[in-house]
């Protein structure tokens, strides 16, 4: 079945490291793909998303390339900064048409002065 | 900018105690999901939601569990008899665009915190 699978976190940087965290994914044809954000306390943002092959959804220095060869969406970031310390989760369309997301398990990055 | 906003944010009931959490999706969305997260874990697929019935729903989404948009504004979610286990945070969230005409986001709101005790 459909299903995406992260990096196991926590992830901890100091401010301007550079972020990578991975995402694979395994379902039926080439599905839309998206990274969203979960701040401390709020709801789940999206933060960028591709909707096709070979396609780079950027926002905020955030960037993740849609392979379709390797099945993978990692998502990077030059250069962290403390405000970046939130829960990340990878996220795939599920088979079907109603439209729903799968999610990862979600990935807690830890930005330290 | 529109959003989507829940309520209660955080409620505490008995177990066995029946639950209804609401949501106001964008208004000119389509599409209506809920969505549940236990504390630490994933963010996992209860329901979908489109004209005014089911479209799919999860194993977790058991007879339990219902929906309804009573209004054409609210979109509930009902949990009729609470067990421990369904202390959880519930998104709900919404879409707007049929699947081959956009990109298939959703929009999710901030969230009802659920203890049961």
């Known amino acids: 079945g459909d299903s995406v699978t992260q990096m196991e976190g926590p992830v901890t940087l100091s401010e301007e490291a550079f972020l990578t965290i991975n995402c694979t994914y395994t379902?039926?044809?080439?599905?839309?793909l998206f990274w969203y954000v979960q701040y401390p306390g709020e709801g789940l943002q999206l933060l960028l998303k591709?909707?096709?092959?070979?396609d780079k959804g950027s926002n905020k220095g955030f960037e993740a390339t849609y392979r379709k060869e390797t099945t993978s969406f990692h998502l990077e970031k030059g250069s962290v900064q403390v405000s970046d310390s939130a829960v990340y989760f990878c996220?795939?369309?599920?088979?079907?048409?109603?439209?729903?997301?799968?999610f990862g398990q979600g990935t807690t990055l830890q930005v330290k002065p | 900018e529109p959003e989507v906003t829940q309520t209660p944010s955080h409620q505490v009931t008995q177990m066995g105690q029946e639950v209804i959490l609401r949501c106001v999706p964008i208004s000119n969305h389509l599409y209506f999901y809920w969505y549940r997260q236990i504390l630490g874990q994933k963010v996992e697929f209860l329901v979908s939601?489109?004209?005014?019935?089911?479209?799919?729903k999860s194993e977790i989404f058991d007879d339990q569990f219902s929906v309804e948009r009573p209004d054409g504004s609210n979109f509930t979610l009902k949990i009729r008899s609470t067990k421990l286990e369904d202390s959880a945070m519930y998104f709900c969230?919404?879409?707007?665009?049929?699947?081959?005409?956009?990109?298939?986001?959703?929009?999710f709101g901030e969230g009802s915190r659920l203890t049961v005790l």
């Open positions: 996220a795939s369309h599920g088979s079907g048409n109603t439209g729903k997301l799968i």
């Open positions: 591709a909707t096709k092959a070979d």
């Open positions: 939601f489109y004209n005014n019935e089911i479209s799919e």
């Open positions: 969230a919404s879409r707007t665009e049929a699947l081959s005409a956009g990109t298939g986001e959703l929009f």
């Open positions: 379902a039926t044809g080439y599905p839309s």
